[in-house]
């Protein structure tokens, strides 16, 4: 199993390009979500996803849409980038089953907007 | 109030040493409780899971305490290798989100 892979690993834009960072699992696991981690801040969540057509939104979910048309994928998507989205990005996932609702995360996504 | 809170140190301790984090969370139908472990510029990655009765995995000690909403961390006769940043994670009974601490640094010093 490759587990939680990230696409791309560094990433610089411009403020106003979009730009989508992708997620895949093959874990079969139901529960996706992403996070971002700025110093000082720990990880938040971005969005997250329970299965397949379903998503919700985290703690900071501004600027940021996803979307889940299979367990595995969990692609996010930086409309209008700002150089507050700056950050390092994390996916991650989980069986979320209680009592084996460990998450798995991705290398992550350093992204850096000027 | 933050969900969950740790004190973020760092710790700095020789080689050999005994060391305790404790994270304090605020909601108290928490379920699940973890500690995971960040390297510099890395992903985090699961350290242990905290079960009610605690539990031990070879030199680190995980205990949880509901009547304080606190867990704990302890490692004994520290290595260079544990030098990291601890993270505690909790996540409630109700709803789907895991909460995350800002964490705790950790270097240990030969």
């Known amino acids: 199993n490759a587990g939680v892979t990230q696409t791309p690993k560094f990433q610089v834009l411009k403020t106003g390009q979009s730009m989508t960072l992708q997620c895949a699992q093959d874990?079969?696991?139901?529960?996706m979500s992403w996070y971002r981690q700025d110093p000082g801040m720990g990880l938040r969540l971005i969005h997250y996803?329970?299965?397949?057509?379903?998503?919700d939104q985290g703690e900071v979910p501004n600027g940021y849409n996803v979307s889940r048309s299979t367990t595995e994928d969990f692609p996010l998507r930086l409309l209008s980038a700002a150089p507050s989205q700056t950050s390092v990005y994390f996916c991650?996932?989980?069986?979320?089953?209680?009592?084996?609702?460990?998450?798995?995360f991705g290398p992550g996504t350093r992204l850096t907007v000027l | 109030r933050k969900e969950v809170e740790q004190d973020p140190g760092p710790f700095n301790v020789p080689e050999g040493a005994t060391v305790a984090f404790n994270c304090t969370y605020s909601n108290s139908a928490s379920q699940s409780f973890f500690w995971y472990r960040q390297d510099c510029r890395k992903e985090p990655k699961l350290l242990m899971s905290v079960y009610s009765s605690g539990n031990e995995d070879g030199r680190f000690t995980a205990q949880l305490n509901r009547a304080s909403q606190y867990i704990s961390l302890l490692i004994r006769d520290s290595k260079l290798s544990d030098s990291a940043t601890y993270l505690c994670v909790v996540k409630p009974n109700t709803g789907n989100q895991f909460y995350f601490g800002t964490g705790t640094s950790l270097t240990v010093i030969p």
């Open positions: 996803s329970v299965g397949a057509g379903i998503t």
């Open positions: 874990m079969n696991h139901e529960y």
């Open positions: 991650a996932s989980s069986p979320n089953i209680p009592g084996t609702d460990t998450q798995y």
